[in-house]
């Protein structure tokens, strides 16, 4: 069973700082991994997606790497800015189908604070 | 471009009672995906509905259940609601199993 962990599971830094965010996951065959971001009690944003052959994508500020071999992901955000400030969301969708394996598997996301 | 459309915004209902929550997809998608975000669990994967066809389901019980229509719109039913059913319910669509996109989300407490 594919489990996604992300740490740190909260994160406050000053405006202007460079993060990076973590994700890692047991299974390596996977289909894509994606991020998103969630603000309070609202839906998901999606931030960047990666297919498996592929090792990283660029959206303006935001950074996302994959390793697949070694099950992991990372989120890097340049110049935070205070709007950044959500939870982000690691999510992977599985190579093979079947046993319920066709959703995305979610992390628990990192709470971001970005103080200004 | 419209994105994913869900409905109602919030919904009360009382134990043991039906919901039923419906989403329309980005124009174009035939995938839509249900999930539920249940506080402290995170999120988890319901069902998946393609072509009119639920294709798979997470581990949830068969009171939950749904369907697809042929213009790709679906609705989730939650049948015998349970207090642990309150959760917020995402729905998100996509082309083939691509970048998935999400909706607002429906917002259900069981009383």
């Known amino acids: 069973k594919q489990e996604v962990t992300q740490i740190p599971a909260a994160l406050s830094v000053p405006e202007g700082e460079n993060l990076v965010l973590n994700c890692s996951f047991t299974?390596?065959?996977?289909?894509?991994l994606q991020w998103f971001r969630q603000d309070p009690g609202k839906g998901l944003t999606s931030l960047l997606l990666?297919?498996?052959?592929?090792r990283e994508q660029t959206s303006g500020r935001l950074n996302a790497s994959l390793d697949k071999s070694s099950g992991r992901s990372t989120l890097y955000i340049a110049a935070s800015q205070p709007g950044d400030s959500a939870t982000y969301l690691c999510?992977?969708?599985?190579?093979?189908?079947?046993?319920?394996?066709?959703?995305?598997?979610f992390g628990k996301g990192t709470h971001l604070i970005i103080q200004p | 471009e419209a994105g994913v459309t869900q409905s109602p915004t919030h919904l009360i209902k009382t134990r043991g009672q039906q919901a039923t929550l419906r989403c329309s997809p980005i124009?174009?998608?035939?995938?839509v995906y249900w999930y539920q975000q249940a506080l402290g669990l995170g999120l988890q994967f319901l069902l998946w509905?393609?072509?009119?066809?639920?294709?798979n389901r997470g581990n949830f019980p068969p009171r939950f259940s749904g369907r697809q229509f042929p213009n790709y719109s679906s609705e989730l039913n939650v049948n015998a609601l349970e207090l642990e059913d309150s959760a917020l319910y995402l729905c998100?669509?996509?082309?083939?199993?691509?970048?998935?996109?999400f909706g607002p989300g429906t917002r259900l407490t069981v009383t």
């Open positions: 124009s174009g998608h035939t995938s």
């Open positions: 990666i297919q498996s052959s592929q």
């Open positions: 998100a669509s996509s082309l083939s199993g691509y970048e998935q996109y």
């Open positions: 509905y393609d072509e009119g066809e639920e294709r």
């Open positions: 999510a992977v969708r599985p190579l093979y189908s079947g046993g319920g394996a066709d959703g995305l598997t």
């Open positions: 299974d390596s065959a996977i289909y894509n």
